[in-house]
C-alpha cells in the first residue's frame, strides 16, 4: 500500500487505486462492445477488410485486460 | 344500256349541276382526306422509324456508357479507404441480392476526418503539458505510469470510434437502389434504402470555402417511399454522383419501357 494522505479514514492513494480500477472494468466492458460493433458493422457492410477490423478489435479488448491486470498488481 | 347512262348523266349535269359538282368536290374532299392521312400515316411511320431509331442509339450509347471505366483498373485493395470508390470489388452489404451491382461506395471526404485528428493530436501529447503542472509531483511514480497508459487507452479509444464512424458510415449506389448506412453510436443503426426508380429528385448542396475548395458537398435525394429525403452527407464529387444518379435513372425507365425489370 502506498502511504499518502488520510480520507475519511481510507488511503487516498487506495480510493484512487479503486477509482482506477473500476475505470478499467469500465473500459473492458467498452472494448468488449467495440469487439460487438465490428462484428455488426461488418455484418452490415463488408468491404473486404472484416478479418483485420476484428484483429483490431480483439487486439484492443486484449489490451484493455492487459492494463486491468497490470494496474491491478502494480497500484 | 350505256346510252342510257350517259342520258342519265348529262340530265344530272343540266338539271342539278350543283349536286353533280358537290359529289365531285366530295370526292375530291375524300380524295385529299385520303391523301392527308397517307401523308399522316407515313410522318407517324417516319416519327416512330425515328423513334426506334433513337431508342436504339439510346441503347447503343447505354451499353457504351461506362462512366466508371477511368478507375476500374485500379487495385481494389488501395480503394478500401477511398470516400470515393467506383465499381467497388469485394463489397457486400445487408440483404443485398444476388444480382444487384454495386456502382458506387460513398464515405464522407477525408478532409471532415481533421478536426477529430486534429482533437488526437492534441490529446497525445497532453501528457507533455501535465508536467508543467506543480502537483502531478505528489502523485507516486505507479499512479503516474498507469494514468499515462489509461490515457492512452481513451486516446486509442476515442481515434477508433472516430475511425469506425468515419469507415462504416457509407452511402452505396446500386443499379437496384441507394442506401445510407448510419451507425449514430455504439448500440444504434440507421439503414436506409429506396429503389432507383422512387428518386424524384437529386439536390447537389455544396457551401463554403473548403467544401467548394475541395469539391465535397451534399446530395439529397427525394424519394417517393417511406422515408421522403436521403441525404448523402459531405460526399466527394457531388455533381458526379448526382450525375451517377440521373443516368440510373434514366436507365431503369429504359428497363422498365422493355419489360427488363427484375
Known amino acids: 500500500m502506498i502511504q499518502g494522505f488520510e480520507f475519511a479514514g481510507l488511503n487516498i492513494w487506495f480510493l484512487a487505486k479503486i477509482i482506477v480500477l473500476l475505470f478499467l472494468i469500465i473500459y ?6 467495440v469487439i460487438k460493433q465490428i462484428i455488426n458493422m461488418n455484418e452490415t457492410l463488408d468491404v473486404g ?9 480483439i487486439g484492443h479488448f486484449c489490451f484493455a485486460v492487459f492494463v486491468f491486470v497490470f494496474s491491478f498488481l502494480l497500484l | 344500256m350505256i346510252f342510257y347512262h350517259k342520258q342519265v348523266l348529262c340530265y344530272n349535269l343540266l338539271k342539278m349541276p350543283e349536286i353533280y359538282n358537290a359529289e365531285k368536290n366530295d370526292s375530291k374532299l375524300i380524295s385529299n382526306i385520303h391523301s392527308e392521312n397517307d401523308t399522316k400515316e407515313s410522318s407517324e411511320n417516319d416519327l416512330i422509324d425515328t423513334l426506334d431509331s433513337e431508342a436504339q ?24 479507404f477511398s470516400s470515393y470508390c467506383i465499381n467497388p470489388k469485394n463489397v457486400n452489404f445487408y440483404h443485398k441480392d444476388s444480382q444487384e451491382k454495386v456502382i458506387l461506395l460513398l464515405r464522407k471526404h477525408p478532409f471532415t476526418n481533421i478536426p477529430w ?23 507516486p511514480w505507479e499512479f503516474k505510469f498507469v494514468l499515462f497508459v489509461v490515457w492512452y487507452m481513451i486516446t486509442l479509444a476515442f481515434v477508433l470510434e472516430e475511425f ?15 442506401l445510407e448506412v448510419d451507425f449514430v453510436n455504439l ?23 473548403w467544401r467548394t475548395f475541395f469539391n465535397f458537398g451534399d446530395v439529397v435525394i427525394q424519394t417517393a417511399g417511406e422515408v421522403p429525403r436521403i441525404r448523402f452527407e459531405a460526399v466527394p ?9 440521373r443516368e440510373l435513372r434514366l436507365e431503369e425507365e429504359q428497363e422498365k419501357l422493355e419489360g427488363r425489370i427484375r
Open chain 2, 117 to 139: 485528428i486534429f482533437t488526437a493530436l492534441l490529446m497525445f501529447l497532453a501528457p507533455i503539458f501535465v508536467s508543467f503542472f506543480g502537483f502531478i509531483e505528489i502523485v
Open chain 2, 187 to 209: 448500440v444504434y443503426r440507421e439503414i436506409t434504402d429506396a429503389n432507383i426508380d422512387q428518386i424524384q429528385d437529386v439536390t447537389v448542396e455544396m457551401s463554403g470555402v
Open chain 2, 57 to 80: 442509339q439510346n441503347r447503343q450509347s447505354k451499353k457504351a456508357f461506362q462512366p466508371f471505366k477511368f478507375e476500374s483498373n485500379a487495385d481494389s485493395n488501395s480503394r478500401v
Open chain 2, 164 to 178: 469506425l464512424s468515419w469507415f462504416y458510415n457509407v452511402n452505396i449506389i446500386t443499379d437496384e437502389r441507394i
Open chain 1, 28 to 33: 473492458i466492458v467498452f472494448s468488449g462492445v
Open chain 2, 237 to 245: 464529387r457531388p455533381d458526379d454522383v448526382a450525375k451517377i444518379l
Open chain 1, 49 to 57: 477488410i472484416s478479418f483485420i477490423m476484428n484483429i483490431i478489435a
